[in-house]
């Protein structure tokens, strides 16, 4: 058993997907809901913007037009930051690795989710979420199977706290020829665990978390959310896949409606929270695309929210944090207690 003053003291929590280490402070949260609670109305917007660029039939950069289109949505981006014809180079003007460089190929796409201008996840159907976890899927296994593509990131940012320039529903696809570093340092820890216990990292913590059942959000039939035992961000949550699998095209249709509704049960919460549209930015961390075996991954996506104590109180990743090591106050398993509430 571990002594309960561990956890009510400064303490530090090892995060054994990335290796890094957060601090948390529970003493400092005497007062975590002094805060204001400004409840911010939902502005219930205009179904269909004309000066959006995302809405059906309307243009966007470049003379190029949407097409009417009723349900899910993909183009490559007009502004693509990695593309596909890249000279292969690689350079080093030190000679000693000090001053290396490598050409990245690599797609862009946006993935609008809906047609609606004035709707978010947390408010589309599951039947509608649905269709986007099958683009997802599609997108993961089309744009996967090219040669030079060995990671794909799907991620959504959301509200403009998070740097979203538009309120149309729509995430984004990034896929490159590296693993980038996030999912490269997943992808060494549960290889590493993996050949260690011969069981994989997410599977045995996802059994952990719930029989402990303090940091549990939702559930249902196979997927679970959680906060993190080494959360970060005030109202962070990881979702696991019950099943062990490494992607989303692997998902059959069970599974895949399954997720639609854990992600609708869980957008909801967060926007019950502080009674608004909650912004975040989450993505799916999923197998590499490299057409090597990789036992190791499990399928998961993080959820990281910005905000602390209410709509308009967000929490700083700065001083400390930037320079030293993340840290925070509220308790993972507050926070969770809290998303539990909100229904
Ligand atoms: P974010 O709001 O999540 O950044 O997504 C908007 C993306 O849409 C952004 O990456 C692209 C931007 O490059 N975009 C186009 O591809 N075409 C346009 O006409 C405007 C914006
Ligand atoms: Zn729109």
């Known amino acids: 058993m571990k002594p309960t003053s561990l956890f009510e003291e400064s303490h530090r929590r090892l995060n054994p997907l990335t290796g890094d280490w957060v601090l948390v402070s529970p003493h400092r949260t005497q007062r975590p809901w002094q805060g204001q609670m400004e409840a911010k109305a939902n502005v219930a917007g205009l179904a269909y913007d004309p000066g959006c660029y995302l809405c059906p039939g309307n243009a966007r950069a470049g003379d190029v037009r949407n097409p009417s289109y009723n349900s899910t949505f993909v183009f490559t981006n007009d502004f693509a930051a990695l593309k596909p014809e890249v000279e292969a180079a690689r350079g080093d003007e030190s000679g000693r690795n000090l001053l290396l460089a490598e050409s990245e190929a690599g797609i862009c796409r946006v993935v ?33 199977s090219l040669p030079y593509i060995n990671y794909v990131q799907i991620f959504e940012n959301r509200g403009e706290i998070m740097g979203c320039s538009n309120p149309h529903p729509h995430g984004q696809i990034w896929a490159n020829q590296t693993i980038p570093n996030e999912p490269g340092k997943e992808q060494e820890a549960q290889k590493a665990y993996l050949k260690k216990n011969g069981t994989c990292l997410l599977c045995d913590y996802l059994q952990l978390e719930t029989e402990i059942g303090t940091r549990m959000v939702v559930e249902n039939a196979h997927f679970v959310v959680v906060v993190p035992f080494w959360a970060v961000w005030p109202f962070e949550v990881l979702l696991l896949s019950k099943q062990h699998v490494g992607d989303l095209a692997s998902l059959d249709r069970a599974t895949r409606e399954s997720l639609a509704e854990i992600f609708k049960q869980l957008t909801t919460r967060y926007d019950n929270l502080f009674e608004m549209s909650f912004p975040y930015s989450m993505g799916f961390h999923q197998a590499p695309t490299d057409e090597i075996a990789h036992p190791e991954w499990h399928l998961h996506a993080h959820f990281y929210p910005p905000l602390l104590r209410s709509a308009t109180v967000k929490k700083f990743m700065v001083g400390y944090e930037m320079l030293a090591s993340p840290q925070r106050d509220i308790t993972p398993e507050a926070a969770a207690a809290l998303l539990r509430k909100c229904s």
């Open 112 to 144: 609008c989710f809906s047609p609606r201008h004035d709707l978010t996840l947390a408010r589309m159907t599951v039947g509608e979420i649905t269709s986007v976890v099958d683009v997802w899927a599609e997108q993961y296994a089309e744009i996967g």
